[in-house]
């Protein structure tokens, strides 16, 4: 018992609560401020992902893709033959420290067999998987072999004339380039999709060929109109692109916009059958299988019998087979609209220039793309001036011994330290140490007047060859001469032709069959304050109850109208999305229905602020703006011919909207003012005004402060009773009524 007793003493004692230990803020409740906490722990890791990740920068690489291929550069990947993609993982997590999956998800993106790229970089051997497929997956990195392709030459061409900066690697073993010297614009070579925190980007690919061009003419001339070498971009998967000018515009200018890309198919004779041999870029053939078994199903697509994929090596392919008598054209056309065989592309170029994201169109990233070629030229000439500059300073050297050679071989001879070699060859001959060293260090074999001649002899090339270069550094036009070379060398070595068709306009059987595809009954359309929408045919809502609504919203809008009708949404961002009734699935009371900014693709923040429907579209919007003007605009000038989706330049900008009406036919209108005034005009006498995008004409007077309140049709409107008014005509040949009960008189406004 002693002996326990003992050892249980030597154990050390912990201070217990209580007994003289102080803890700090113990039971108390440390406050630490929202935004101090995002600061310190949310925000070094948005910008991480923003700058590190998910963005690319000028050179057109994200820092993964960047790493794996200076990796196989690195690995004599360019010249030399194909080694097993595991080998290349491996090496790549010197640099990239993310795991294997990660790296070899990248490589397998960038190879020419998984079809992903337009310029692909990888040049790959076995199954690499495909794009266009959900389902096909790639095999192991085990399995696969790669090495670079041949333009990859144009990425790192002079990276070693200290053409970029090099920065350590994550753990100082090594080092790395944080931008490659790129010869020609890849950042919209490829596609390219990335997700940061807050912002993302998505862009689109063109042809080499005609960037390469493009580039040319802006270096030429910045005001060049980039539609003329450049119409729209191409996809790797080919398709069609249904070409519209003014989205075009819009992405060549901001660098947003959506480019609308169908599949392309054909009509096999005498088998009445359809193969479709190219997709749009952002589906895949699964999901276009799905939607329509989908569809099927449902029965609203019956001239089908079958349906298969028939993709092999020698490419894509789903086959439809048809039941007897259906007409391929018209079918097609149903399934542009009921599938993903046509679909939006939406363009987000968000580069990042500097360490700072930016969203650029294609003019300033190209601009910005030559600046930073220009620094890369001027850099590599001041390397190989500085090298040709030291070469002919030692040449100047040897060519002073050459007067005297005995004399050098006796200074060396009878020196009787070595360390003396040098410094005494400088007293001998008048040289710096540099050439003193350059001279000692030649072998004894080398000391004739041959050699030394032929060395010499460089001396008067060396002399022309650095003015060339001064002259290069000091003329910019030489600098954009030797860009403008590169680039038509590239386009000439690496051109291909285009894989994406351009169809200007809609084949006119092509229209008339989908005019003739759209179901017409009779659906009710309620739109609601957040900017649901909900298409409810009559048997549905006979048995309907309660509407579902999200918490807070209400139905601003409920109006009988057919399932062919187009729909109009205006919104606060002067545009306005075009649509068919017929593409919104019919839904029910109880759904909450369809997000239209989702559905319709439309920018962030930007709200619907007004939704017409039309058929023939008749009838005048009429815009009242904040300066008291009105714009009387036909509804037919947002009629087109092709299916745009959306319209830019909508309404004016000039001045702030206050409200918009749609008159089906001329009526007799109440504007109300925050005054309290009340103005009673013929839309017949406001004149119409031929451009959308007018100021209109002044229709009410406003003074500083006062604004219009509401627009409504006067019919209806009751001006009889107890109350009187002084009315007087005013120029717009409407009526100024006032009263002290002005304001209950139009409580209906």
């Known amino acids: 018992m002693a002996k326990k007793a003992t050892k249980k003493q030597t154990k050390p004692v912990r201070p217990q609560l209580g007994e003289g230990v102080e803890i700090l803020n113990a039971g108390s409740v440390l406050e630490d401020p929202i935004t101090r906490t995002l600061e310190t722990n949310y925000m070094p890791y948005a910008m991480s992902v923003i700058v590190s990740r998910a963005l690319p920068e000028i050179d057109g690489f994200k820092p993964a893709h960047r790493k794996l291929l200076y990796t196989m550069y690195d690995m004599n990947l360019l ?15 010197h640099l990239n420290p993310h795991g294997d999956a990660a790296i070899y998800d990248t490589m397998v993106r960038m190879g020419r067999g998984n079809e992903s790229l337009l310029v692909p970089y990888v040049d790959s051997k076995g199954n690499f998987g495909k794009a266009y497929s959900r389902d096909m997956s790639y095999a ?60 993302a980007c998505n862009i689109c690919s063109f042809n080499l060929a005609e960037l390469c061009t493009t580039t040319i003419a802006l270096i030429k001339d910045p005001q060049h109109d980039i539609g003329t070498t450049m119409p729209a971009p191409d996809f790797v998967g080919g398709g069609q692109i249904l070409y519209d000018a003014a989205q075009m515009r819009e992405i060549f200018e901001t660098g947003r916009g959506s480019v609308r890309v169908r599949a392309r198919w054909q009509a096999v004779p005498g088998q009445n059958m359809i193969e479709i041999t190219q997709i749009p870029p952002t589906t895949t053939v699964e999901a276009i299988m799905d939607k329509i078994a989908e569809l099927v199903k449902a029965g609203k697509l019956k001239e089908l019998s079958d349906m298969r994929d028939e993709t092999d090596l020698n490419g894509l392919k789903l086959t439809l087979d048809l039941k007897r008598g259906v007409d391929p054209a018209k079918l097609m056309t149903r399934l542009f609209k009921l599938t993903p065989l046509e679909d939006s592309f939406s363009c987000n170029f968000n580069i990042l220039v500097s360490g700072q994201p930016r969203v650029m169109g294609v003019r300033e990233i190209l601009q910005e793309w030559t600046a930073f070629r220009t620094e890369c030229v001027r850099r590599r000439t001041y390397y190989d001036l500085h090298g040709k500059e030291k070469r002919l300073h030692l040449l100047e050297g ?22 003396e070699v040098v410094p005494n060859l400088m007293i001998g001959f008048g040289i ?32 022309k060859e650095i003015d060339d270069l001064n002259d290069i550094l000091a003329k910019p036009a030489r600098i954009r001469k030797i860009i403008i070379q590169e680039l038509t060398a590239v386009a000439k070595k ?4 285009r894989r994406s068709e351009i169809l200007y306009d809609l084949p006119e ?12 009954y009779p659906v009710t359309v309620f739109f609601t304050r957040e900017g649901y929408l909900k298409k409810i045919p009559p048997q549905s809502l006979r048995t309907a109850g309660a509407h579902k609504l999200k918490e807070g919203d209400e139905i601003v809008v409920q109006a009988e109208a057919r399932n062919n009708l187009e729909a109009l949404f205006f919104t606060d961002q002067h545009q306005v999305y075009k649509t068919r009734l017929a593409e919104f699935e019919d839904g029910k009371v109880g759904q909450m229905g369809i997000y239209l900014p989702t559905r319709l693709g439309m920018d962030e923040g930007e709200n619907i602020v007004s939704m017409v429907l039309t058929g023939d579209y008749s009838g ?15 509804l037919s000038a947002y009629a087109t011919k092709q299916n745009r989706r959306k319209l830019l330049r909508a309404y004016s900008d000039k001045d702030p909207l206050s409200t918009m ?43 500083r402060n006062q604004s219009i309140t509401s627009v409504r049709p006067a019919a209806g409107l009751d001006l009889a009773g107890p109350h009187r008014y002084r009315v007087r005509t005013l120029p717009a040949a409407g009526a100024l009524l006032r009263g002290e009960d002005i304001a209950e008189q139009t409580s209906l406004l």
Request: with cysteine; net charge negative; hydrophobic share 40%.
């Open 140 to 199: 192991a990195a085990r399995y696969t072999e790669a090495r670079l392709e041949p333009v990859c030459e144009e990425l790192f061409r002079d990276i070693d004339k200290e053409t970029v900066d090099f920065v350590p690697n994550y753990d100082g073993t090594t080092t790395e380039p944080t931008l490659l010297p790129v010869t020609f614009p890849t950042i919209l070579a490829n596609n390219t999709l990335g997700i940061a925190v807050g912002m």
């Open 509 to 520: 059987e092509e229209a008339a069959a989908a005019e003739e595809a759209v179901p017409d």
């Open 79 to 93: 010249k030399g033959v194909r080694t097993k993609s595991a080998n290349i993982v491996g090496a790549t997590m």
């Open 620 to 634: 005048w919007m009429l815009f009242f703006f904040a300066s008291g003007k009105c714009a009387k605009i036909p």
């Open 398 to 419: 040897l060519a002073a011994i050459l007067l005297d050679i005995d004399k050098a071989i006796r200074i060396i001879r009878e020196t009787e330290e070595e360390d």
């Open 661 to 703: 009406l749609f008159l089906p036919e001329e009526a007799e209108i109440a504007i109300r003012t925050s005054a309290g005034r009340l103005l009673l005009v013929g839309s017949a006498q406001i004149p119409e005004k031929a451009t959308r995008d007018s100021q209109g004409v002044a229709v009410v007077t406003l003074k």
């Open 432 to 463: 710096d140490e540099q050439q003193a060293d350059y001279v000692a260090e030649i072998k004894l074999r080398h000391l004739n007047r041959e050699y030394i001649l032929k060395r010499t002899g460089e001396i008067d090339a060396l002399k």
């Open 494 to 497: 690496y051109g291909q032709p």
